[in-house]
């Protein structure tokens, strides 16, 4: 899905600043899709130009004008038919998994660190949604409460598969390591 339909979706929540926009990419929708700034503003642009969006300037005191973007009635439909005929798919991109497959070719430290860093990340991600799980004192709607939970078990499973998984195949890597220095060949 691209970025200009899920600012559809986002703007389905209420009007909002492209600033509040890119807000819920970091928040909401943080551990599923990434977008910034250049992607958004010529995104909303796109979509006041074609009537799916309004957009209104709000003048500011010192700074420059604010604009507010609102969904149209075309925008919720467009956003709901594109919804309906979306295959449920996920595309994974992951230098992370790049490293892990490639690990015989890197020194097992390299490795090692890797496993730490992601484990890492892992439970910062599992950290910032039981914060936002708990910023919303049991008011989250259905749809979004089942892509926390899911991204809770998505990432409660990878930290438990790095950190059970992840030193067997430092110490393979080791064993593989100590015996091609040996190798006369």
Request: with cysteine; glycine share 8%.
């Amino acid at each position: 899905m691209d970025v200009r339909t899920l600012c559809l979706g986002v703007l389905t929540l209420g009007e909002a600043t492209g600033y509040e926009i890119k807000q819920v990419f970091e928040g909401a929708f943080a551990h599923f899709h990434a977008a910034g700034f250049g992607s958004i503003y010529p995104a909303l642009a796109d979509l006041a130009a074609e009537g799916l969006v309004t957009v209104t300037e709000v003048e500011q005191e010192g700074r420059p004008d604010k604009k507010i973007y609102r969904i149209t009635p075309e925008g919720l439909t467009r956003f709901t038919e594109v919804l309906c005929r979306t295959r449920p798919r996920e595309r994974v991109r992951s230098e992370f998994m790049v490293q892990m497959f490639f690990a015989a070719l890197l020194p097992p430290a390299r490795i090692e660190d890797a496993l730490k860093i992601k484990a890492g990340e892992y439970r910062e991600i599992l950290a910032d949604l039981d914060r936002r799980e708990a910023e919303a004192e049991g008011e989250i709607p259905p749809g979004p409460r089942f892509t926390l939970e899911f991204g809770r078990a998505v990432y409660g499973a990878a930290l438990a598969h790095v950190e059970s998984r992840g030193p067997a195949l430092v110490e393979a890597l080791a064993a593989t390591a100590a015996r091609n220095d040996g190798d006369p060949s």
